[in-house]
C-alpha cells in the first residue's frame, strides 16, 4: 500500500521544500521507504540523474533526505526560464522543446500524463510519497489545464497540507485568502495547515492559529519556527541569493538575470572567514577580491551581454592586473573564451560573439545536452571531484593543453599560461572538501570549514528533528491517502 500527501504553500518560497524535505527524513528514519515528487518545477537550478536526465535541485535534495538516488519521476516536468516570457521544457529528465509562456498554458493538459506516469512508477517503489505543489493554488488564473497544485491533487486523488509564511506578514490574510478564492473541489481537498517561519514567542500567535482553524475549518498542524540552519542547504530559487560570511578574503560573482546552478557556491558560503559577495547589477566588482567566480547560466550569450552592459568585463581585466584569479563554471567557462558560435540559433538568432579572451578556447552551442554525473580529480593537485555535466555546446582551443580535471583518463576544463584563470564545465567540484581548501590556500586563505557533506546531511537530520518538535508528524501521517 502507498500512501501520498501534498504540500503546496500560500506563495512561492514559504517552504514548502525544505518542509518536503524534512518529513522525508524524519518519515524515512521511522523507516517508511518515502519518495519525493514535484509534478512541474520552474528553476535554473538542476541536478542531473544518474539515468542521465535532469530534475530540480530540490527534488534531489529531498531525494538524498529519503536516503534515495534521484530520479527523473520525482519532477516529470521542469520549466528552465530562459528570457522574460519563454522556458526550456524537461519531460521526464530529457530536453522537450522550448514554449513561450502562453505556448505552454496550452500544453499543460498534455503534460498530465507524463506526470501521472511517473507518479505511478513512483508509487510502486514507496510506503509513502510526499508531493510539493508549485507557487500557490490561489492563482486561480492558471487553475484551468493545472498540473502542479490542485489539477495533480484531484487528478491523482491526493490530500493537501497549506503552508503559509508569516515571516512575510499577513499570514492570516494568505491562508483565509486562499480558503475564499478556491473552487470548492479544490478546498476539499486541504485537510490542514502549517505557519512557516516564525520569529518570536509562540504563545503569541495562538489565537491566530485558533482563528485561522475557525474561519478555514482546517486542522492546525504545527507553528514551525525559523530553520537558521536551511542556509546551509542547497537553495532552488535565485530569488533569495545574496551575500554571505565575513572575512579577510573576498569572492565576488556577479548576479547574472539567468544565473543557474548557483549551488555551485554553497560549499564555499560555508567556509569561515570568507565573503562571497553576490554583485547585483549597477555595482562593480569589488576591486580587493581574490577571487571572482563566473557562475553558470542558462542563457550564455544574453548573459555575456549584459557583463558586458555592467563594465564587468573591464572590472575583470583589472582584476587580473592586480593579480587576482577567476574561476569560470559552465556557461562562465563559455565565456571566458575567445568566441561563443550559436550556428543554429539555440540561444537566440544564429551567429557567433566574441567571449571575454581569457582563456584560449573557441565554444560551439550544438548538439544534444550532456547530462552526466562525474568523477575525476584535479590535475593540478590530484585531489579528488565529482560533480556533474549539464551543458550544451562543447569547447577547445590551445588552453585545454592545461586542464582544470581529469575524468578517467580524458582532460576537462582549460587554464591560462599564468594559472590564474580557469574554466569548467563541471558543476558541485567546491563540495569536495580536499580541492575546495586546495583553492583556497592558491589564494593564501587556511580552510577551517567543516566537511561539507556530512555538514549537510547532519542538516537534514536538524531539520527533521525541528519538525518533530514543532509539527505534529503522526497527525500529518494519518492524513495521507492511499493512492
Not at 563554471?329 to 538568432?349: F, K, S, V
Not at 586563505?445 to 519538525?467: F, I, K, N
Amino acid at each position: 500500500m502507498t500512501r501520498a500527501l501534498m504540500i503546496q504553500g500560500t506563495g512561492s518560497d514559504v517552504g514548502k521544500s525544505l518542509i518536503v524535505a524534512g518529513m522525508a527524513r524524519a518519515f524515512a528514519r521511522r523507516g517508511l521507504r518515502v519518495r519525493p515528487f514535484k509534478p512541474q518545477n520552474m528553476s535554473n537550478n538542476a541536478a542531473v540523474t544518474a539515468d542521465g536526465g535532469e530534475i530540480g535541485r530540490a527534488q534531489a535534495l529531498q531525494a538524498r533526505a529519503c536516503g534515495v538516488a534521484p530520479s527523473v519521476h520525482m519532477n516529470p516536468v521542469l520549466l528552465k526560464p530562459e528570457s522574460e516570457t519563454g522556458c526550456q521544457v524537461i519531460v521526464q529528465g530529457q530536453r522537450a522543446g522550448q514554449l513561450g509562456a502562453r505556448d505552454f498554458q496550452g500544453r499543460k493538459p498534455d503534460l498530465l500524463g507524463a506526470v501521472m506516469d511517473s507518479f505511478t512508477r513512483l508509487k510502486a517503489e514507496a510506503d509513502l510519497i510526499l508531493v510539493e505543489g508549485a507557487g500557490s493554488p490561489a492563482e486561480t488564473n492558471l487553475r484551468a489545464g493545472d498540473i502542479a497544485n490542485m489539477g495533480f491533487a484531484l487528478a491523482a486523488g491526493v490530500p493537501v497540507v497549506l503552508v503559509g509564511d508569516i515571516d512575510r506578514g499577513g499570514v492570516i490574510a494568505q491562508i483565509v485568502g486562499t480558503h475564499c478564492v478556491i473552487a470548492a473541489e479544490d478546498r476539499a481537498m486541504i485537510r490542514g495547515f502549517l505557519v512557516n517561519k516564525f520569529r518570536g514567542d509562540p504563545a503569541l500567535f495562538a489565537a491566530g492559529m485558533q482563528e485561522i482553524a475557525r474561519r478555514t475549518g482546517w486542522s492546525a498542524l504545527g507553528l514551525l519556527p525559523w530553520f537558521p540552519a536551511a542556509a546551509r542547504l542547497p537553495a532552488e530559487d535565485a530569488v533569495g541569493l545574496g551575500s554571505s560570511g565575513a572575512g579577510p578574503l573576498r569572492i565576488a560573482v556577479p548576479h547574472l538575470p539567468r544565473i543557474a546552478n548557483f549551488d555551485d557556491l554553497d560549499p564555499l558560503r560555508a567556509e569561515p572567514g570568507l565573503r562571497v559577495e553576490i554583485i547585483p547589477q549597477g555595482q562593480p566588482l569589488p576591486g580587493d577580491a581574490a577571487l571572482v567566480i563566473l557562475p553558470g547560466s542558462k542563457a550564455t550569450i544574453a548573459d555575456l551581454a549584459v557583463l558586458r552592459a555592467q563594465g564587468w568585463d573591464i572590472d575583470l581585466a583589472a582584476h587580473l592586473r592586480r593579480g587576482g584569479h577567476v574561476w569560470g563554471l559552465c556557461g562562465g567557462y563559455q565565456m571566458l573564451g575567445r568566441t561563443i558560435a550559436d550556428p543554429h540559433g539555440i540561444e537566440g538568432p544564429p551567429g557567433e560573439v566574441p567571449g571575454l579572451g581569457l582563456l584560449d578556447i573557441h565554444t560551439v552551442l550544438q548538439g544534444d545536452k550532456t547530462l552526466r554525473l562525474t568523477h575525476g580529480h584535479c590535475a593540478e593537485t590530484g585531489q579528488p571531484v565529482s560533480g556533474y555535466e549539464i551543458h550544451l555546446g562543447q569547447s577547445a582551443g590551445p588552453d585545454c593543453v592545461r586542464p582544470a580535471f581529469v575524468i578517467g583518463e580524458a582532460p576537462e576544463g582549460a587554464v591560462s599560461a599564468d594559472g590564474r584563470v580557469r574554466g569548467s564545465y563541471l558543476h558541485g567540484v567546491f563540495a569536495a572538501d580536499g580541492f575546495r581548501r586546495a583553492e583556497l590556500a592558491r589564494l593564501g586563505h587556511r580552510a577551517e570549514g567543516p566537511a561539507y557533506e556530512a555538514m549537510v546531511e547532519a542538516t537534514l537530520d536538524a531539520l527533521a528533528d525541528h519538525l518533530a518538535a514543532h509539527a505534529d508528524l503522526d497527525r500529518l501521517l494519518s492524513l495521507a491517502d492511499e493512492v
